[in-house]
T-cell receptor, first 114, second 113 residues
């Protein structure tokens, strides 16, 4: 069964460094999302992406964040200058159809900012 | 704005028994989807069950079923014949017109032998 994959599984970085989190969505899916989950808290929406542009973004998704689909398969989340509070689990999700359909989540990337 | 509330931070159940997790939500939309996701200690998000708001029939998936009360904006998850592998965090989520999911704070379920 096709699945969403994410790399790396765990990333440790120093405060102020740039990180790129990578996701490979399910191949025939059209909508892509990034969510984050700070340890012990609920999952929060960051950004949605369709047709090579951002569809929606939350107030968390400020100028430090960017997303890109550099080729036909990868979907990346970049954090330009990491802060301690960016430490969290980051989930990528993909969806075959627009709006209210099932989103399939990747296994997540645990980001630790020191 | 839509909100999702899970009022039970933690629950426990004996193996083979039945447990019900509660979820309420608030929305002004009429067409939407509701989901239950399971998050085991590995922290992977696994879809358990989904319900389309326009369907009156409650969704079921093997030992998992929901009680969807649209007027009351309630969406509870029933797990029958609980198994040790059901131990996890369970998140209720709302999917509406904006596309992104809105999650509740989760219920930590422990299944005891």
């Amino acid at each position: 069964e096709p699945e969403v994959t994410q790399t790396p599984s765990h990333q440790v970085t120093q405060m102020g460094q740039e990180v790129i989190l990578r996701c490979v969505p399910i191949s025939n899916h059209l909508y892509f999302y990034w969510y984050r989950q700070i340890l012990g808290q609920k999952v929060e929406f960051l950004v949605s992406f369709y047709n090579n542009e951002i569809s929606e973004k939350s107030e968390i998704f400020d100028d430090q964040f960017s997303v890109e689909r550099p080729d036909g398969s990868n979907f990346t989340l970049k954090i330009r200058s990491t802060k301690l509070e960016d430490s969290a689990m980051y989930f990528c999700a993909s969806q075959p159809l627009p709006r209210a359909d099932t989103q399939y989540f990747g296994p997540g990337t645990r980001l630790t900012v020191l | 704005a839509q909100t999702v509330t899970q009022s039970q931070p933690e629950m426990s159940v004996q193996e083979a028994e039945t447990v019900t997790l509660s979820c309420t939500y608030d929305t002004s939309e009429s067409n939407y989807y509701l989901f239950w996701y399971k998050q085991p200690p590995s922290r992977q998000m696994i879809l358990v069950i989904r319900q389309e708001a326009y369907k009156q029939q409650n969704a079921t998936e093997n030992r998992f079923s929901v009680n969807f009360q649209k007027a009351a904006k309630s969406f509870s998850l029933k797990i029958s014949d609980s198994q040790l592998g059901d131990t996890a965090m369970y998140f209720c989520a709302f999917g509406g017109s904006q596309g992104n999911l809105i999650f509740g704070k989760g219920t930590k379920l422990s299944v005891k032998p």
